[in-house]
């Protein structure tokens, strides 16, 4: 075995004996004799090993150059452009690529350009040379070289069209439809070259999960035009990261709409007694109690407000604070609901509580509220701007202009103390009919009318969230039924 043979066994790179042997001979003749080639050879796979990565996901900008496999999931249409003092246009096709560990946007250029319009197609692995940069939705790579590998498999989507479970970190031109679960309002900033901005942003759920949408600028209005339970497509968003989850983002290019389509949204939910401090989960169940919404000044002199709920499940109950806007909800005694991004803190006489502010999604699957509520299968609107501050960062004129960051005081600098929800004890031997929302359907029941809870000795049959007459003798302050409608 030569010493050439023997470098670029121990290389194990991603390229063959005889494209290493080429450019071992193009070293050699670069550095005009100064390298034999054994050392040309070194100098090539000390080269070949600093630009090879082991997936898309190691691509980071600020690399000189990189080198990869990736499957094309789309190709976007050639567009043309004006270069200062020169006469033919410049030609770019913006391809999205990916492997089992991310995506990216691969920017090819010229009659680069052209050869992936003609000979580029969705699902084909290409080798890559490139040279990456952050670009406008994440990492790009501009491509040096390219060639197709048919023998390498890729398990990938190949689609514009996909779930939230699809989504991942770098994803560009997807298409995704969803339910909306919560809208809320339109916000400004001021970016740096002085112009204005607007975002705003919704939950969208389907079967596989729930991904927070962030509309920049164009798109933004349309967080408050629609409604919750409302089915919608979001057409060519991209996906950034934020806080360490992924957020779907949309700009002028894109577009969301109303579709006619059904789609099921199945929240997950952490059992109430299994809750623990400083824990952020997703809690399902029975609005147990409502109290009336309360104001309070915060230490910088703002005002904020505040709801409690009770809600509960098989497991147990636990009270939920809603902060900002979540405090002006419609939800009552007997409405089913799930909230997601609940923050679990001590709360009143060391009890847990669960705190919803402006990250956190409020969905009522079930309403016991009349006219007013959301309706089944609908949603609560969750408008949670409130005390928002929004910093300006650069864009390329499509999309964000800012870093959609929001404060909601989440319990902070309140200067009110939290009651807890009083009972009035009927009198003992009084005949009484009582008509409330089963928020316990155990051994006693427990009616709630929002106002007073009714625990009821009986044996009928009856399930969380009806609502129900009991008629009895109350006797130590339980309502002996001696019928129940």
Known sequence: MSDIEGIYEDLEADVSLEEFREAVEEKVEQMGGLADEETAAMLIAHEVGESEVNGVADVEPGMEEVKFVAKVVSIDELRTFERDGEQDDGRVVNVEVADETGSLRASFWDEHAEAAVNELEEGQVLRIVGRPKEGFSGVEVSVDDVEPDDDVEIDVQVSDTYTVEDLSLGLSNVNLVGLVLDTDSVRTFDRDDGSEGKVSNLTLGDATGRIRVTLWDEQADQAEELEAGTTVEVIDG?????????????????????????????????????????????????????????????????????????????TGDIRVAMWGDK????????????????????????DLEASAGWRSTITVLESDVGDGGAGSGSSASDSSGDNAGLSAFGGDGDG?????????????????????EQDQDPTDGEELEFTGVVVQAGDPVVLDDGETTMSVETSADVGLGEEVTARGVVRDGRLEASDVF
Do not use: C, M
Request: proline fraction near 4%.
């Open 327 to 350: 405090a002006d909800l419609d939800i009552g005694p007997g409405d089913e609901v799930a909230l997601a991004d609940v923050e679990i803190q001590d709360g009143w006489q060391d």
């Open 400 to 420: 964000p202009g800012a870093d959609d960051t929001e404060n909601e005081g989440e319990g902070e600098g309140e200067s009110e103390t939290q009651t807890e």
């Open 238 to 314: 991209y996906v950034r990261e934020r806080d360490g989850d992924l957020e779907l983002h949309l700009g002028n290019r894109g577009a969301i709409e109303e579709v006619d389509e059904d789609v099921e949204y199945v929240p997950e939910s952490t059992p109430i007694e299994s809750l623990e401090i400083d824990q952020t989960v997703d809690l399902a169940g029975v609005v147990r109690s409502a109290d009336p919404k309360r104001t309070f000044d915060r230490d910088d002199g703002s005002e904020g407000q505040v709801r409690n709920i009770r809600i509960q499940d098989a």
